[in-house]
Nanobody, 127 residues
């Protein structure tokens, strides 16, 4: 069982930056793939980024590639999402999610593949 808590959301002007954090409970955090998703009103949940157990496999959604960076600190049970050059279309509730994997390089890109979810944190980018 893993419990996830997101933090770091807020209101920022276009072009600005935010750093989201996902803190996880449990002693087996390093065995979980962590993903970030976002959902804007009236839209489906969208893949943002994921990070493998090793941290070496980090795919990104096309809309954030080159602007967002995901990282993890297994010693602190934490995953970060550094978001730069933010745009109004990045406005959404951001969720982190976790899925156990026996493979250090595996990642998951679809929401239905994840077993555990945080409550979400709101990110609003003003123009």
């Amino acid at each position: 069982q893993v419990q996830l808590v997101e933090s770091g959301g807020g209101l920022v002007q276009a072009g600005g930056s935010l750093r989201l954090s996902c803190a996880a409970s449990g002693r087996t955090f390093s065995t979980y793939v962590i993903g970030w998703f976002r959902q804007a009103p009236g839209k489906e949940r969208e893949f943002v980024a994921a990070i493998s157990r090793s941290g070496n496999n980090t795919p990104y959604g096309n809309s954030v590639k080159g602007r967002f960076t995901i990282s993890r600190d297994n010693a602190k049970n934490t995953v970060h999402l550094q978001m730069n050059s933010l745009k109004p279309e990045d406005t959404a509730v951001y969720y982190c999610a976790a899925k156990y994997s026996p493979y250090i390089g595996e990642v998951f890109l679809q929401p239905h593949e994840y077993d555990y979810w945080g409550q979400g944190t709101q990110v609003t980018v003003s123009s």
